[in-house]
C-alpha cells in the first residue's frame, strides 16, 4: 500500500508540475533561465514525465519559481488553481511590488487588499475572484469590462492563463 500511494504521489507531483509549466506558458528552457540555471531543462523535464523522483528542496524551490504554495503539488483542493471559466486569478504578490501602481487600477488594488484582509487565498498570495466581481470592479474604476481586462492584463495584475485570453471579464 505504501508504495502505492508514493507513486501516486509521485505521479501526481509530476503532473501538477507540467501543468504549472505550462499555464504560465513557460517552456522547459524559460524555466532554466527563470532559475538563472540552477534548475536544468532536461531535469525538469524528467520530474514532469516522473521519470526521475524530485527531492522536496527541489519542490519547494519550484514553488517559489511558480509563486505558488509548496502544496500545491500534493493536491490539496484548497491550494489549486481555480480552472472555473467564472473565475479571475489575480496575482497579489505582483500587484504588491508594484511600486508605481497604474494609477487607474488603484481601486482594483483597494479592492483586492481589502478582499485579502477578510479571506485568505494561497496566504494573501493568489487571489480568485467571480467574474460576477467584475461588475463591481468595473463600477469602481469606471471602465466597461474590455477596458479594465486590458489594463489589467498590461499591468500584469491576472496570471498567465488570464492573460493568454482563455478567461476573459
Not at 500511494?5 to 509530476?14: P, S
Not at 538563472?36 to 514532469?48: C, D, H, P, Q, R
Request: aromatic fraction near 6%.
Amino acid at each position: 500500500m505504501t508504495n502505492q500511494m508514493n507513486r501516486t504521489i509521485e505521479e501526481l507531483c509530476a503532473q501538477r508540475l507540467r501543468e504549472l509549466r505550462r499555464s504560465k506558458g513557460l517552456t522547459l528552457h524559460d524555466c532554466e533561465k527563470l532559475s538563472k540555471g540552477e534548475i536544468k531543462a532536461v531535469v525538469l523535464g524528467s520530474y514532469e514525465r516522473g521519470t526521475r523522483a524530485v527531492s522536496l528542496a527541489r519542490l519547494e524551490q519550484l514553488a517559489e519559481l511558480y509563486e505558488v504554495p509548496f502544496q500545491y503539488f500534493f493536491g490539496d483542493k484548497k491550494h489549486e488553481i481555480r480552472s472555473e471559466v467564472d473565475a479571475l486569478v489575480f496575482d497579489l504578490r505582483r500587484i504588491r511590488k508594484e511600486n508605481s501602481a497604474v494609477a487607474r487600477l488603484a481601486p482594483v488594488k483597494r479592492f483586492l487588499t481589502t478582499i485579502a484582509r477578510k479571506r485568505s487565498d494561497w496566504n494573501g498570495e493568489v487571489m480568485s475572484l467571480r467574474q460576477s466581481d467584475s461588475a463591481l470592479l468595473e463600477l469602481i474604476c469606471e471602465m466597461d469590462s474590455q477596458s479594465l481586462h486590458q489594463e489589467l492584463r498590461l499591468a500584469g495584475y491576472l496570471f498567465a492563463s488570464e492573460v493568454s485570453g482563455q478567461r476573459s471579464l
